[in-house]
């Protein structure tokens, strides 16, 4: 990438406040994939009973307050003069509704995993609302910040949002911005910035080319060598924080070759962790043995990152029959820096060749199991291991939620055990016991193989005022600039018009 020849000074920055994202939302529907970038989207228009803060604190939204009569259930009380955008005031029944609307899987719907634990739930009055739980689910609170409020008799298919939260969204035509406006009516502080396009870019250097260029305000996801490309610029500074993201290698077990286990554990072998963060992120990241990073509950001190060993890796490709090594395409979201991995792994037998493919393309194809190497990242969005273990590595159990993005069809009664079991121990330290024999297990199969867990750089302009959040989320009403400018009829804003 080259950026030299943006030199310029940019521009004061423009009304309204632009935020550049890798890739379009999948769907305006809350509850239709368990989907980060989709729901990061979509929480500037939708609210949940609870939130996290930008320290991964859970914090009330729609919920004012909540107690534990017993063990199994929870009640929770509505904060009062909450309107939709449309001007219906919330109520129970529409609680009700998006809870049950989330945990019943559809054609077009899958994200019942956050509600596994869920028995029952109803409305005590038009401002309380009781969940009844199968057995003690400590981590309720948690997993309610991403189940986010639609109005009861919401369509099958949610198109038009309307949600609580502090932006409107215009109407949205695919490849253009999607627009937001605050919210007038908003119970809660009203955003600084009133005007906001979201914008799909999926080539990183793009992005930042649009940021020198006074066209955003905001570039997500730069990578290292980017960021340090234009560190030096005074217009423009790299905001940088830990996540809770873990970088994988994912094997499909019903293709050839990976069907073999000595196949797979031959790539998990062939991969020099620490040399992978150095090369590819700069040193910004913690290597991985394990499928959840330092800052999600469930982490594992003990299990460090396995020690690459390339010959032996060469010896199991041989056992397996492949004494000549192989051929593998290694799929990856464009804009993902995978140059590293695929040099090693060569190095060791495994002949990988990147492919590339922008996310809205990539996602359907992992969604039907199509696809036979990848390297991808798991962000844990209510920073707790069960993310990753309820819904991708469990049994797929249609109508609970378990197994929800378990698109491998991937069984192993003994971990499904552990998993159940890690969801209703209530003694935290027991909890974390528990997820660990849970990851240990999970690891024996080699189908994902961790790398590391890598920091969250964002690239923005250097009069915005905005706290980073340990979760990633790029959320317009966090943030601020500290000059604007009268809109301007420019390009941008014909494609804005075009939008309505």
Not at 189 to 206: F, K
Not at 407 to 415: K, V
Request: with cysteine; charged share 25%; net charge negative.
């Amino acid at each position: 990438m080259t950026l030299a020849g943006c030199r310029h000074a940019a521009e004061p920055p423009a009304t309204p406040l632009r935020i550049a994202l890798h890739s379009p939302p999948h769907s305006l529907d809350p509850h239709a994939q368990n989907e980060v970038l989709s729901f990061g989207i979509l929480r500037h228009v939708y609210e949940g009973l609870t939130g996290f803060d930008a320290d991964m604190r859970v914090v009330p939204l729609l919920a004012e307050s909540w107690e534990n009569p017993s063990d199994l259930v929870w009640r929770f009380h509505l904060r009062p003069n909450v309107h939709f955008h449309d001007g219906r005031l919330l109520g129970a029944r529409d609680v009700v509704a998006s809870l049950e609307r989330a945990r019943q899987p559809t054609a077009t719907r899958s994200f019942g995993s956050y509600l596994v634990s869920v028995e029952a739930v109803r409305a005590i009055d038009d401002s309380t609302v009781e969940i009844t739980t199968r057995q003690p689910y400590p981590i309720l609170l948690n997993k309610l910040t991403f189940v986010l409020i639609v109005p009861e008799g919401s369509p099958e298919t949610i198109v038009a949002p309307i949600g609580t939260g502090p932006y409107r969204a215009a109407p949205y035509t695919t490849g253009q911005p999607l627009v937001l406006t605050a919210f007038r009516g908003y119970w809660g502080p009203s955003p600084a910035e009133t005007d906001v396009e979201l914008i799909a870019e999926n080539r990183g250097a793009r992005r930042l080319e649009m940021l020198l260029a006074g066209a955003i305000d905001v570039a997500e996801d730069p990578t290292p060598a980017e960021a340090a490309e234009v560190s030096g610029r005074g217009e423009v500074r790299i905001v940088e924080r830990d996540s809770l993201t873990v970088l994988y290698l994912l094997m499909n077990p019903h293709r050839k070759p990976f069907a073999d286990l000595r196949v797979r554990r031959a790539v998990d072998l062939a991969v020099d962790r620490r040399q992978v963060v150095e090369r590819s992120e700069l040193g910004r990241g913690l290597p991985l043995g394990q499928m959840v990073g330092r800052n999600v509950f469930g982490f594992d001190p003990a299990l460090a990152p396995r020690a690459p060993d390339p010959a032996a890796a060469r010896a199991l490709l041989a056992e397996a029959g492949y004494p000549q090594g192989i051929d593998a395409d290694l799929e990856l979201r464009s804009g993902r820096n995978g140059g590293e991995v695929a040099r090693q792994l060569t190095a060791a037998g495994i002949r990988t060749r990147l492919v590339e493919r922008p996310w809205a393309e990539m996602y359907p194809r992992l969604l039907n199991g199509d696809v036979e190497f990848y390297l991808g990242a798991f962000v844990y969005p209510s920073a707790d291991a069960s993310d990753y273990f309820d819904a991708v590595v469990h049994t797929r159990r249609p109508g609970t939620g378990y197994g929800d993005n378990n698109h491998l069809n991937f069984s192993d009664p003994e971990l499904d055990a552990l998993i159940e079991r890690s969801g209703s121990t209530l003694d935290m330290l027991k909890r974390r016991e528990v997820l660990a024999l849970a990851m240990h297990r999970s690891l024996e199969g080699a189908i994902y193989a961790p790398l590391y867990s890598p920091s969250t750089l964002t690239a923005v302009r250097a009069d915005l005022l905005w706290k980073p959040r340990l979760d990633g989320l790029l959320l317009a009403a966090e943030m601020r600039r500290a000059a604007t400018r009268p809109r301007e009829a420019n390009t941008a804003a014909a494609g804005r018009t075009a939008t309505h």
